[in-house]
């Protein structure tokens, strides 16, 4: 079977393909960069940013995205490893040339990011933040890919239904009788309408993920750790 | 769209768990506990009304076998009626392609939470009633392979349950083995996962830690006196742990846990005889007592005829010299 991996299309030989890629494998993974940036050498928001553009710059570098194997470890990890050893070259080389010219600039939101900054715990590591980080990334991801879908399959309902009773913190959480009465639905169409949202949000996420993970191994790995199942 | 909360993310790492019961009788209720290979759910039968536990697979598994292992196991256990093997109703495939079995709930303890309030006594019987299902599982060729005090219920009457039997295998039979037992065991594979390690530290035997492929129903012995162990000092078992336990029963428990398998006992059941002993004062096979050792039990076996036969012995001591003088 055919596996479609932007981890091997960021390796491709065309620069078309590399940035599609490249831009897929950044919209999962710069606010855990960001974050990372930001929590482990105590950046400024603007230095963060600034690193977060020029990493996945550099990233477009054949070479660099080259030197990930797969069957070696994790892209997560390479990826993190990467940003490390990318922060301390850029640290010696204080007259770095900026790399991020002739790349779409990422659309990074660091208002957004500042503001779940300042709800982490003092007790996290940098490192295991960048982790939940990832799953928060992938889930967004995911969700994204949900309401496309349920938007041109009229589904907007089974979306709306989901969002108000998996999302949403309230307290307490609605009952399905609830939610039957707010969408005049019959309650059991609330159960069906959910059942499918689920299905769709997982689906959703998992082609995700098997899109950045390069082998099916590393695919159930870190679908585990996705899931909460393993650490 | 809005930003995702932690709360928010952990409800959906629970979504994303949650198995699809769509066009099955069973509705979920709440989780219940994670095994190695999946989640186990309570859920309503929407038919007989009540509940059950549902083992699921994981939605994507460590490897790709685990389903057969699954199915494997439900096989196993609907094979093995016995009161103290939790009985399977149901098995199949979920919609969203998940292998699951449906068992009965077990209201109830492990055997780690119910052991700390009972006395020495109770813990030896309630040892017996663990080797009791586990040998009729190896008379009929079935290791488990995994026993632990967690993997041990008490139900809410008191019955003693033997769980998880997803690491369980078709083993060769112990010699007492019945004729019958080779007709239950066509069609079975030997072994899932040959050579692999499974298993807990502590309560899994040497053989069993190097991925011996000829680990037999011997295994689940050396387990078994691990478990008496635990009962016994409260801790996994540890020479250090054994102050204070009586002599005999830790030569049950180390001959039980011997490194060669050809000095443990070979039956479950040839254990139970030497705890039962253990009960009456009778001597312990796993044990040579000493003289002294020897008297005390048959002081505490016969209380009531020691004390009348010294009892007589020194009237008449008395009679012999009040007669001479």
Redesign the interface.
């Known amino acids: 079977m055919t596996r479609y991996s932007v981890v091997s299309a960021a390796q491709s030989d065309d620069p078309a393909t590399r940035t599609r890629a490249i831009e897929a494998i950044s919209a999962a993974y710069w606010k855990p960069l960001y974050k990372y940036v930001r929590m482990k050498w105590n950046s400024t928001p603007e230095d963060a940013a600034d690193f977060t553009q020029e990493f996945f710059a550099r990233l477009l570098e054949k070479e660099f995205i080259d030197s990930y194997d797969s069957s070696k470890g994790r892209l997560r990890t390479f990826l993190r490893t990467c940003a490390d050893r990318f922060f301390m070259n850029q640290q010696r080389d204080a007259t770095r040339q900026k790399r991020a010219a002739g790349y779409a600039h990422l659309p990074i939101d660091v208002a957004?990011a500042e503001?779940?900054l300042a709800?982490i715990s003092a007790s996290e590591t940098p490192e295991d933040n960048f982790d939940?980080e990832w799953?928060?990334s992938l889930?967004?991801l995911g969700?994204?890919g949900m309401?496309k879908n349920c938007e041109s399959a009229g589904k907007m309902v089974h979306f709306h239904l989901f969002e108000r009773y998996?999302?949403?913190?309230s307290d307490p959480k609605p009952s399905y009788a609830d939610l039957a009465k707010e969408f005049g639905l019959p309650p059991t169409d609330v159960t069906?309408y959910l059942?499918f949202a689920?299905?769709e949000?997982?689906r959703c996420?998992?082609d995700q993920l098997r899109e950045m993970t390069a082998s099916e191994e590393e695919?159930?790995?870190e679908?585990?750790v996705?899931?909460?199942?393993?650490s | 769209?809005?930003?995702?909360?932690?709360?928010?993310?952990a409800?959906?790492?629970t979504?994303?768990?949650?198995p699809?019961l769509?066009g099955t009788r069973y509705c979920v209720i709440r989780y219940l506990a994670?095994g190695g290979m999946g989640t186990v759910w309570l859920v309503e039968d929407t038919v007989l009304l009540r509940r059950v536990a549902l083992k699921v697979l994981?939605?994507?598994?460590?490897a790709e076998d685990v389903a057969e292992r699954l199915l494997q196991e439900a096989r196993i256990l609907a094979s093995l009626e016995h009161p103290g093997i939790v009985p399977v109703h149901d098995a199949g495939t979920l919609a969203?392609g998940r292998a699951f079995y449906c068992m009965k709930f077990i209201e109830g303890h492990t055997l780690a939470e119910h052991v700390a309030e009972k006395g020495l006594r109770e813990r030896i019987r309630l040892l017996e009633r663990i080797a009791e299902p586990l040998d009729f599982a190896h008379v009929r060729g079935f290791i488990h392979r995994d026993l632990k005090p967690e993997n041990i219920m008490i139900g809410a009457f008191g019955e003693v349950l033997i769980m998880d039997w997803g690491l369980a295998r078709v083993g060769e039979q112990p010699e007492s083995g019945t004729s019958n037992s080779s007709r239950s065991r066509q069609g079975r594979s030997r072994d899932t996962l040959q050579g692999s390690i499974l298993g807990t530290p502590g309560y899994m035997s040497p053989e069993q830690a190097r991925a011996d492929s000829k680990v037999d129903h011997r295994t689940d012995i050396f387990s078994l006196g691990a478990i008496l162990w635990f009962m016994l000092t409260g801790e996994a078992p540890d020479k250090e742990s054994s102050v204070g336990l009586p002599r005999p029963l830790r030569a049950i428990c180390t001959k039980a846990m011997a490194a060669d398998p050809g000095e443990r006992y070979s039956s479950a059941g040839a254990m139970n005889a030497d705890l039962a002993k253990y009960l009456t004062n009778a001597p312990v096979g796993a044990y040579r007592e000493s003289w002294f050792e020897r008297a005390g039990r048959i002081y505490a076996r016969h209380r009531v005829a020691v004390v009348l036969l010294a009892a007589y012995l020194l009237m008449r001591g008395f009679f012999i010299l009040w007669s001479r003088r």
């Open positions: 957004d503001r779940e709800t939940k799953v928060r889930f967004a969700l994204q309401r998996d999302l949403e913190n069906n059942a689920r299905r949000f997982r996420v998992l695919f159930r790995r679908a585990r996705l899931l909460g199942v393993d | 769209m809005k930003p995702l909360t932690d709360s928010a993310v409800r959906l790492q979504d994303m768990q949650l699809d769509s994670r994981d939605l994507v598994s460590p969203d």
